[in-house]
């Protein structure tokens, strides 16, 4: 499917440049909000463990006395502050009193000096603990570089209302820094990964999109609409009809309408050289509501002469989705005053699938008014069974590339016994396309095939020739190379 379609380069390079410039920008704001998430939770975290070592272990051994430690004393803050640094949570510590005396440092030979205090000191000696994040040294005691985290905690001795030192210490920043890695990295993968998600379920409508836009500024594609509505105007359009044979009773029970146009430079056009440019477009409306029209006038005409047979018309994806068209079916119906069960409209399964819910309600305002809906080339797409289940048909079309090989494959007449099998079981009738001999034919009606059409019975005939063919069938002749069909 998507090696038929000519892609505009320009179009989808720029939806791609777009999504990436959108998902890079949503990984951008998502990062920066989840790393200051990140960010204030680790230091809070650091800001507790900082607390609980100055309560648990500097504290108590502070509480009496500032001054006069001997080797015994400082070992339990030693072992303190090397626990701390084992695990990660500690580059340097030092306990200030309030004049700026060193009361303990892990470097011990800072111990008993005196320097101006640091100011988050000086705020925690205020009761408050306090975290600070500096990208340099703010203590005569710190020798780290580099972005640290600083948390400053007060400790207090017998009087418990204000602090007698501050216990100073010094945690590495850059294991916060790998956890906001870590985190936005992860949640980066999941945005980019949602985006191919999404890109891939785009794609076929990007390709649709394309091949759109190609063929709205294709100027052959817009000089072909603009005679093709000139056509309608001017009565250019004419109908040719192909019967359907009812195989029990030998009647005609309908017959198929295949556009042509007679184009006032290039004579007789096949509806291979104008419907493509048609579909998708404005026009398609409009064409198709003029061609119901032609097909009930020539309908209402060989009733008048005693032909029951009805009409069928095909539909495309634009006529399906169109809530428009019942509301016109019934107008032309009553204009020609011909019965619902007159007209026929075939459809594949591809028009359906376009829009299966907005498909369903244009059928079934169609099949309320009694206008019969066939699926034609049954068995060519992918939602066969869910569309004879869901949508409201009359009968189904067997493609003749099943119906060809039918006397001669195995595989092709299982297929089509299967699918009359089905459609029987469902209540719906069956009609067999494309059938070119006789055995053909006497294999379909052993089959319990409903109705056959092909060059067997006859090509597509323009009306006078059709009337004619009403009034002396020529069933049998052999039949030259089949042109395209509408």
């Known amino acids: 499917m998507f090696s038929r379609v000519s892609l505009r380069p320009g179009f ?61 004393d400082l070992r339990p803050l030693d072992r303190a502050a090397l626990a701390a640094k084992e695990s990660g949570d500690l580059t340097s510590l030092a306990v200030w009193d309030r004049r700026g005396r060193v009361v303990y440092a892990t470097d011990h030979g800072q111990i008993d000096r005196t320097y101006r205090k640091p100011a988050a000191v000086e705020e925690a000696l205020k009761g408050d603990t306090v975290v600070t994040t500096p990208s340099s040294p703010t203590s005569p005691l710190d020798r780290t570089e580099g972005e640290q985290i600083q948390i400053v905690a007060p400790l207090y001795g017998r009087d418990r209302r204000t602090p007698h030192a501050a216990m100073e210490m010094h945690v590495p920043y850059a294991p916060v820094q790998a956890e906001i890695s870590r985190r936005t990295n992860r949640i980066n993968l999941i945005l980019v990964c949602g985006a191919l998600l999404f890109l891939a379920g785009m794609w076929p409508r990007l390709l649709s999109a394309s091949r759109a836009l190609r063929e709205r500024e294709d100027p052959r594609r817009r000089k072909v609409l603009s005679e093709l509505k000139e056509a309608i105007e001017q009565q250019q359009l004419e109908l040719h009809y192909q019967p359907k044979i009812d195989l029990r009773s030998g009647e005609i029970a309908a017959v198929e309408s295949l556009v042509r146009w007679n184009h006032p430079r290039d004579g007789l056009l096949g ?44 539909l495309d994806v634009g006529n399906v989705l169109d809530p428009q068209l019942p509301k016109e079916v019934e107008r032309l119906l009553a204009k020609w005053e ?95 396309e494309g059938v070119e001999d006789e055995a053909t034919l006497r294999r379909l009606a052993e089959l319990g095939c409903d109705q056959a059409q092909g060059w067997y019975f006859s090509r597509p005939l323009p009306l006078d020739a059709l009337l004619a063919w ?11 190379p089949e042109p395209a069909r509408a």
């Open 338 to 432: 011909l019965p619902a069960r007159a007209l026929g409209f075939e459809l594949t399964e591809a028009a359906i699938q376009a829009d299966p819910d907005k498909a369903a309600g244009v059928l079934r305002d169609l099949a309320a008014q009694g206008v019969r809906l066939a699926i034609d080339d049954f068995g060519t797409g992918f939602s066969s069974l869910a569309v004879l289940r869901e949508m409201p048909l009359d009968e189904i079309k067997i493609d003749r590339s099943f119906v060809a090989g039918l006397t001669r494959n195995a595989a092709d007449e299982s297929i089509v016994r299967s699918t009359i099998g089905l459609a029987h079981d469902l209540d719906l009738g069956t009609v067999a």
């Open 470 to 480: 009403f009034a002396q069938p020529a069933i049998g002749v052999e039949p030259p």
């Open 271 to 314: 509806p291979d050289r104008f419907l493509p440019h048609a579909a998708g477009s404005e026009l398609i409306g409009p064409l198709t509501v003029h061609l119901i029209e032609l097909a009930l006038r020539d309908c209402a005409g060989w009733r008048g002469h005693g032909v029951e047979a009805g009409v069928d018309v095909n």
């Open 12 to 72: 989808l390079l720029s939806f791609a440049v777009l999504l990436a410039v959108g998902v890079g920008g949503l990984a951008y704001a998502v990062s920066a909000i989840n790393s200051n998430d990140i960010r204030d939770a680790q230091i809070a975290a650091a800001r507790e463990r900082g607390e609980l070592l100055a309560q648990a272990a500097y504290a108590p051994a502070l509480r009496n006395r500032l001054a006069g430690f001997d080797a015994a």
